[in-house]
């Protein structure tokens, strides 16, 4: 039997996502140590949206819906409906990842708690996982509280870091806002000092006019573009002293990290 094993990499998953293994091919097994997943409901099922498509078991089938959560699986390519059936199951994180809360509201004018770092350790620019993005941060603080983050999107702070207004150039700023919070969120594990959060930029969706000017054309027909996204947070520098800092770029290459999601002109 072909063994494979799913690193827990930062990923893209393609837009035509693939499958990690045929269908029905019991020579073929998949192992996840962890995953990070979105439930959703595909054919009246519950199921997972895993790095490799679709999965369900009995244990995913108990889960909330529209929440996120790291889970471990292996897959021997057995199919139903399009997804596939988990034939081994080791773990499932105690509750949902926390997940952040998007307004479009202007930003707190109230002083954001400096993070030692912000990174975006997964996301998916369609689609597939709900619009849900994968989150770490950081932070040196004596608050016995959480410390979580809110996403803004202020139309009125479209302002990108070398002072371009960006509001028709396809790129979006995200402002994330930390503050504490009196709910103790186990969930919210620190691994070698990162916590883990979930970014819903769902309504990112409808509130966001992209320019389809320059616009490909997809298999369906319809227009379709990539927004870049940024995400604008308060850094914590080793002097004690604080600066405004990017996640993201707006050129990507070897030593930058570009994140997007991919809009679908309505018909």
């Known amino acids: 039997m072909k063994r494979y094993k799913l690193l827990p990499v930062c990923i893209i998953i393609t837009l035509l996502l693939p499958s990690c293994i045929d269908a029905n091919d019991s020579n073929i097994s998949i192992v996840s140590d962890k995953d990070?997943?979105?439930?959703?409901?595909?054919?009246?099922?519950?199921c997972a949206t895993t790095s490799c498509g679709y999965v369900t078991c009995p244990q995913i089938k108990e889960l909330?819906?529209?929440e996120c959560y790291f889970i471990s699986y292996q897959l021997d390519g057995k199919?139903?409906?399009?997804?596939?059936l988990a034939n081994e199951f080791a773990n499932i994180s105690e509750g949902p990842i926390p997940q952040g809360a998007f307004s479009i509201d202007k930003v707190p004018t109230?002083?954001?708690?400096?993070?030692?770092?912000?990174?975006?350790s997964q996301f998916v620019p369609t689609k597939y996982k709900g619009d849900r993005w994968l989150l770490s941060y950081s932070f040196?603080?004596?608050?016995?509280?959480?410390?979580?983050?809110?996403?803004?999107?202020d139309s009125s702070k479209q302002i990108d870091k070398d002072g371009r207004n960006i509001m028709k150039d396809n790129k979006i700023v995200i402002d994330v806002h930390f503050k504490e919070s009196n709910l103790n969120i186990k969930t919210n594990e620190r691994i070698n000092?990162?916590?883990?959060?979930?970014?819903d930029l769902e309504r990112l969706r409808e509130?966001?006019?992209?320019?389809?000017?320059?616009?490909s054309t997809g298999d369906d027909g319809k227009k379709q573009i990539p927004v870049l996204i940024q995400f604008r947070f308060y850094k914590d520098l080793t002097?004690?002293?604080?600066?405004?800092?990017?996640?993201?770029?707006?050129?990507?290459?070897?030593?930058?990290?570009?994140?997007?999601?991919?809009?679908?002109?309505?018909s």
């Open 36 to 46: 990070f997943v979105y439930i959703t409901s595909l054919n009246n099922v519950l």
């Open 64 to 66: 909330k819906l529209n």
């Open 79 to 84: 199919k139903e409906n399009n997804i596939y």
């Open 110 to 120: 109230q002083a954001s708690w400096p993070v030692k770092d912000l990174k975006i």
């Open 140 to 153: 040196s603080s004596n608050s016995k509280k959480e410390i979580i983050p809110s996403f803004y999107y």
């Open 193 to 199: 000092g990162q916590y883990s959060v979930v970014a």
């Open 207 to 215: 509130i966001y006019s992209a320019d389809y000017d320059r616009a």
């Open 239 to 266: 002097d004690g002293k604080t600066e405004v800092s990017y996640a993201g770029t707006w050129d990507a290459g070897l030593n930058n990290k570009a994140y997007y999601m991919v809009f679908i002109q309505k």
